[in-house]
């Protein structure tokens, strides 16, 4: 069960802010999200905004809803919690899309797809072209993972194709460069880059043709939307009077964006963030977005800022030493952590000289704290990558020491499992082209991605002689109908004249009958 915590100074002060623009800068364990909440709920017990005014942005599903049923418990009467929007960026970005879907030339049962699909999508478009300078490499699935992460990078940038282009028609001048090593290689990536832009066009012309919205598109579409038509902007911004960030340090530029327009001027806005924490730039978050905020419009010189600074999840020594780490980073907001507790633990370091060597350290020290009873199982915590999961695990199987892997995926994502299932999805469907890659590649056939693609589009290319030879024969089919319905005609023409005849015979018998 789940300790609870009476909520310090700070973060009361914190809570207190109900109005205007608002920064809350955290140390690790602080209780941000515990802050972000709590406020929420202070302003509806204070009817400042009723649930459906309050827009609360964060970005795991698992803490929206947390946030969710912490407001509803808590709350002084009694609320829909279905009336609360509190999502992820993304779902919230979705729900924008499908409200606006005919305005943005989207069917209304668009689909959004996965990465697995995005990931297919883009295996097409490479049959269409022959790059020059773009360089494949040996594993067609590494270069398609890293070329998906490209267009989802521009779109976290809000760079869509017509900006691409621009920026491709537009090419720069490379004499600029004092250094001839540095334009060679500005010209090599920019050549790189042009071609580039034709993936991403026939990528988003096959996504638009099957009525598809991706990731990416989740944000930037509801970004351009809002740009494009004020009039639908100033519709979400009526409709939330105040509107929350989580953990603002991991945002992108598109995220961020989409938090300007909606909150106009003269808005409550309230972000909760540790600039300290920002890990996440590999996938687009910018943590100038946090440095930044009280300097950018609409925010400027309008941001009260306030501090959470006493961590609930550590001792001042292991505080202490990542003070010591971040302290000099240039680009930082000063904030000096303290320990809610006064029980403290010890930190020190070793070094092994290989993982396995580490993998057994961590094993004896574990059995140690065992033997000493002072400690239980559930007491330790090991943290690592995840791709050294696999080596401290097998040290722990060696002991019997009992584990439970906490962010890792689980049974069903081993690699023999996923194999085993890929295998029952081509049996009740051969046309699982995922599944089909997935066995292919797996140990039994090892079939290498280059191999893969290069069958791929032998199955594409003779897809296509299919199809065109099934038009063929349905445009035969077609004039073959045709002839038969003009025999048909023809044959009714014939008729009609051969009746004619028959009555113009029978009336001349007739008459000459009457004549002799």
Known sequence: MKKKYLLTKEQKEAIAVTEGSHLIMSVAGAGKTTTLTSKIIEVINRKLATPEQILGLTFTIKAAENMCIQI????????????????????????????????????TDFNLISRAE????????????????VKIGSSIGNFLDKLLDFII????????????????????????????????????????????????????????????????????????????????????????????????????????????LLSGEDKNVTVVGDDDQSIYGWRGASVYNILKFNQLEPFKQKVKTTSITKSFRTGQNVLDVAYNVVKDNKNR????????????SKVFAFFAPTYSDEAEFIVKEIENLIKSKNFSYKDIAILCRKKRFDEITISLDKKDIPYEIIGG????????????????????????????????????????????????????????????EIKSKNRESEKIIVKNESSVKNNAEIGSKNENLVENRTEFEMENKTKF
């Open 72 to 107: 509803a418990q808590k709350v002084k009467r009694k609320i829909d919690i279905n009336n609360l929007q509190i999502s992820t960026f993304h779902s919230f970005g979705n729900k924008i899309v499908k409200e606006n879907s005919l305005i943005l030339g989207l069917d």
């Open 118 to 133: 995005s990931w297919q999508l883009l295996y097409q478009v490479m049959d269409e072209f022959v790059f020059e300078n």
């Open 153 to 260: 990078d521009l779109k976290n940038h809000l760079i869509n194709v017509e900006k691409f282009r621009k920026y491709i028609n537009s090419e720069p001048d490379f004499s600029t460069y004092e250094s001839k090593e540095l334009r060679e290689i500005a010209m090599k990536n920019f050549d790189v880059h042009r071609e580039l832009l034709q993936v991403y066009e026939e990528y988003e012309k096959l996504k638009s043709q099957q009525n598809f919205i991706d990731y990416g598109d989740q944000v930037m579409i509801p970004v351009e939307l809002f740009k494009q038509r004020p009039a639908i902007l100033a519709n979400y911004q009526n409709r939330y009077k105040y509107i929350f960030v989580d953990e603002y340090q991991d945002t992108n530029i598109a995220q961020a964006e989409l938090i300007y």
């Open 333 to 344: 907001l000063e904030k000096i952590p303290k320990a809610y507790f006064k029980k403290d």
């Open 409 to 468: 995926r689980g049974f069903y994502y081993r690699p023999e499992i996923i194999d085993a299932i890929s295998l029952l999805k081509l049996t009740h469907d051969p046309g699982d082209s995922i599944a089909l890659v997935r066995v292919l590649k797996s140990p039994k056939y090892k079939i290498c991605d280059r191999d893969i693609f290069h069958l791929a589009k032998y199955i594409i290319s003779k897809d296509k002689e299919y199809i065109k």
